[in-house]
T-cell receptor, first 111, second 116 residues
Framework: KNEVEQSPQNLTAQEGEFITINCSYS?????LHWLQQHPGGGIVSLFM???GKKKHGRLIATINIQEKHSSLHITASHPRDSAVYIC?????????????FGTGTRLQVFP | GAGVSQTPSNKVTEKGKYVELRCDPI?????LYWYRQSLGQGPEFLIY????????DSGLPNDRFFAVRPEGSVSTLKIQRTERGDSAVYLC??????????????FGEGSRLTVL
């Protein structure tokens, strides 16, 4: 079983739709990253959160540490949001910052 | 530089050869991470440096892989006797102290390694 499960693996949407990507993990963590990877490979950090909710523009991330679950929401989706979104929990192993990556959710937003 | 720089951006080599991949992190960032990403997969952790020392090298797949960061800035990932299965994009990331402390991780564009 993977330590990090993301759903859905693939997602298509029409421009303007509300998007939710879910992440569940089995390891004990103190925080979690959401990352965005565009075609061509560049990875950008969107959020790091350890509790509650964070909002940045049209992006909202929530986390429930007790339930080992996080969600990334995109409001009013746009074709430029098309990318792979990766959940990366920060698994504390021997006090090191070891990020564990999910396999990602591929999002395509059509105009 | 302004961001994390990785060289070469593309490397094609033959099976059995030795390869070095370089990562130049953002100036002042003490934490440096190496990941590799195969086609269609998420990044796989290889090694993490805090300063000059490898804080966690549990992701290195075998003893053909080795990484150094002698002065706490630039890091080199070294792969001996390359195999076709080593073909992947090798990603480097850096953070000011550690991703747990600062919340922001900066990635390079990656080095695409192809072993023929």
């Amino acid at each position: 079983k993977n330590e990090v499960e993301q759903s859905p693996q693939n997602l298509t949407a029409q421009e303007g739709e509300f998007i939710t990507i879910n992440c569940s993990y089995s390891v004990g963590i103190s925080a979690l990253h959401w990352l965005q990877q565009h075609p061509g490979g560049g990875i950008v950090s969107l959020f790091m959160l350890s509790s509650g909710k964070k909002k940045h523009g049209r992006l909202i991330a929530t986390i429930n540490i007790q339930e080992k679950h996080s969600s990334l929401h995109i409001t009013a989706s746009h074709p430029r949001d098309s990318a792979v979104y990766i959940c990366a929990p920060l698994g504390l192993t021997y006090n090191t910052d070891k990020l564990i990556f999910g396999t990602g959710t591929r999002l395509q937003v059509f105009p | 530089g302004a961001g994390v720089s990785q060289t070469p951006s593309n490397k094609v080599t033959e099976k059995g050869k030795y390869v070095e991949l370089r990562c130049d992190p953002i100036s002042g960032h003490t934490a440096l991470y190496w990941y590799r990403q195969s086609l269609g997969q998420g990044p796989e952790f290889l090694i993490y440096f805090q300063g000059t020392g490898a804080a966690d090298d549990s992701g290195l797949p075998n003893d053909r892989f080795f990484a150094v960061r002698p002065e706490g800035s630039v890091s080199t990932l070294k792969i001996q006797r390359t195999e076709r299965g080593d073909s992947a994009v090798y990603l480097c990331a850096s953070s000011l102290l550690g991703s747990q402390n600062t919340g922001e991780l900066f990635f390079g564009e990656g080095s695409r390694l192809t072993v023929l």
